[in-house]
């Protein structure tokens, strides 16, 4: 029998940003009311392609852990746990990387993208990731998975994978499908061309949900858009205005069009903040309860080793008949 099971993970880059709350863990916070049995990892292995200080990532972990509990995920409701802690993730990783080919791999656009920001040839665990998301999902036999835009072909592969090795050892692995966010995609404050990002070396570009009124006010006022002073959403003529737009809505719940109609007859500075002041309104309570929490870091280890103990109670079983249908036992 199949179970209905919703997988997904986040990176452990610190406190997320906008885009990540809106795009993803608004969505998660919905999902664990409606599903059974959920799962989300914080991803420290993906995180280690490229890798930093090691109490910089221990420390991004503990706050990327703060971040999503303070934004209402409930590990009563679903399963959070640290992917390292589950060493079946990187063993089913190998066993799929080899019924993979190398050129699916080198056309991901995210090769090209990440190959090319870290300026060098690229690293193996830079390639294969992907691979390892797919055992990410597959590990639980995952039927949905929530994504982003840019993450729909990397789902593609790892149903491929999961039909390839169904054809290979008999039907195993349900093939699981997409979840795609109903949320805009977030876009740079500073290049609205861009999409939010915590690597961008404009401080002003990226708004995190820990951030302060102060800062949030200042990072709209001074938000890119253009010499025309209405209100209006066109995303490929006006994206600057658009994008804030775009936040208005997704911050408040409220359409397109409800947003729109409340900015008639604002010019684009006065709208900004107006923007500013429901951003700080939606984030204040969630920035309260982050602090709160990471001045007890015993209390977020244990909730991830909980949930990782959790997480390997429903992946060994899987796991073991994986190795019985390859021939490993």
């Known amino acids: 029998m199949v179970v209905d099971r919703i997988f997904s993970g986040i990176q452990p880059t610190g406190t997320p940003h906008l885009g990540n709350y809106l795009g993803a863990i608004q969505n998660w916070v919905n999902l664990q009311e409606e599903c059974s049995s959920v799962l989300y990892s914080i991803m420290d292995m993906h995180s280690f392609t490229m890798p930093k200080e090691p109490a910089v990532l221990r420390q991004n972990i503990l706050d990327t852990t703060a971040a999503i509990l303070a ?41 090209k993208m990440k190959r090319a920001s870290q300026n060098s040839e690229g690293t193996v665990g830079l390639l294969t990731y992907p691979v390892l998301q797919a055992a990410d999902i597959l590990l639980y ?60 070396p404009q401080k002003l570009a990226t708004v995190t949900i820990a951030d302060s009124p102060d800062e949030i006010v200042q990072k709209f006022r001074k938000a890119v858009t253009d010499f025309t002073s209405e209100v209006t959403y066109e995303p490929a003529a006006r994206p600057g205005v658009s994008n804030l737009v775009s936040i208005h809505a997704a911050v408040t719940g409220l359409s397109i069009k409800e947003v729109l109609h409340q900015a008639t007859g604002l010019d684009t500075a006065h709208y900004k903040m107006v923007v500013a002041e429901a951003v700080i309104q939606k984030f204040t309570p969630i920035r309260n309860e982050i602090k709160k929490l990471q001045e007890d870091k015993s209390h977020l280890i244990k909730v991830l080793e909980d949930g990782a103990e959790k997480a390997k109670e429903l992946a060994a079983p899987i796991y073991q008949e994986i190795r019985r249908l390859v021939g490993f036992q």
């Open 71 to 111: 934004c209402g995920i409930d590990p009563k409701k679903c399963l959070l746990f640290r992917q390292s802690l589950v060493p079946e993730h990187a063993e089913l990783a190998w066993i799929l990387g080899c019924l993979t080919n190398v050129p699916r791999l080198l056309r991901l656009p995210q090769w």
């Open 141 to 200: 036999k995952s039927t949905r998975v929530p994504v982003g835009e840019d993450q729909v072909l990397h789902l593609e592969l790892a149903q491929d994978i999961a039909q390839h090795f169904n054809k290979k050892y008999g039907e195993f692995f349900p093939v699981p499908k997409a979840i795609l966010s109903t949320t805009k995609k977030i876009k740079s404050l500073r290049d609205p061309s861009a999409k939010m990002s915590k690597s961008d």
